[in-house]
């Protein structure tokens, strides 16, 4: 298995598994078609505002990870956000979400960043096992909200 960062040749694929990963998503905003998917993928990469992982495993992409770059006031740091990780279901228990995981960690480090943080669904026990056995912790100071865009709601 192989992991490396994403560029513009690897969007046409990555845009697959991206998509399929939206549709799993607890959100009520996943309603794009894959082809925004590609798009959205292929902005992020030019405008250097996100970093996608990517792992294969004998030339096939199983799975991606998602980072973009937050700031802490408090700290006066940078850290990277997971906003997305996911693996394709075949290939589920092979290590392939670790091995992105490992990757992603050695990123922060090289990028000189405080850390990382994410989210996950609650209901998704399995992802949480997995962070914690790999050293994330869960943050129990502070709930987190959200709001949507005025022009955005209906």
Same mark, same amino acid.
């Given at each position: 298995m192989? %992991?490396k960062?994403?560029?513009?040749?690897?969007?046409?694929?990555?845009s697959?598994l /991206?998509?399929?990963?939206? !549709?799993? *998503?607890?959100?009520?905003?996943?309603?794009q078609?894959?082809?925004?998917?590609k798009?959205?993928?292929?902005?992020r990469?030019?405008?250097?505002d996100?970093? /996608? /992982?990517i792992?294969?495993?004998?030339?096939e992409?199983?799975?991606?990870?998602?980072?973009y770059?937050s700031f802490s *006031?408090?700290?006066?740091?940078?850290?990277w956000?997971l906003?997305a990780?996911? %693996?394709?279901e075949?290939?589920r228990?092979?290590?392939?979400?670790?091995?992105?995981l490992?990757? %992603?960690d050695?990123?922060?480090?090289?990028?000189?960043?405080?850390?990382?943080?994410?989210?996950?669904?609650?209901e998704?026990?399995a992802?949480?096992?997995?962070?914690?056995?790999?050293?994330y !912790?869960?943050?129990?100071?502070?709930k987190?909200? /959200?709001?949507? *865009?005025?022009d955005?709601? *209906?």
């Amino acid at each position: 298995m192989e %992991v490396k960062i994403a560029t513009l040749s690897d969007t046409a694929q990555l845009s697959v598994l /991206f998509h399929a990963y939206r !549709q799993l *998503s607890v959100s009520l905003d996943n309603d794009q078609p894959e082809a925004a998917s590609k798009d959205w993928i292929e902005a992020r990469i030019r405008h250097q505002d996100a970093t /996608f /992982f990517i792992a294969e495993d004998a030339g096939e992409m199983i799975g991606f990870a998602t980072l973009y770059q937050s700031f802490s *006031s408090v700290s006066l740091q940078t850290y990277w956000t997971l906003n997305a990780l996911y %693996v394709v279901e075949k290939a589920r228990g092979l290590g392939a979400g670790s091995a992105l995981l490992a990757a %992603v960690d050695a990123y922060a480090l090289a990028t000189h960043s405080k850390g990382i943080a994410l989210e996950t669904a609650c209901e998704n026990v399995a992802a949480q096992r997995l962070y914690e056995a790999l050293g994330y !912790q869960e943050n129990t100071k502070y709930k987190q909200y /959200f709001k949507k *865009s005025l022009d955005k709601q *209906s």
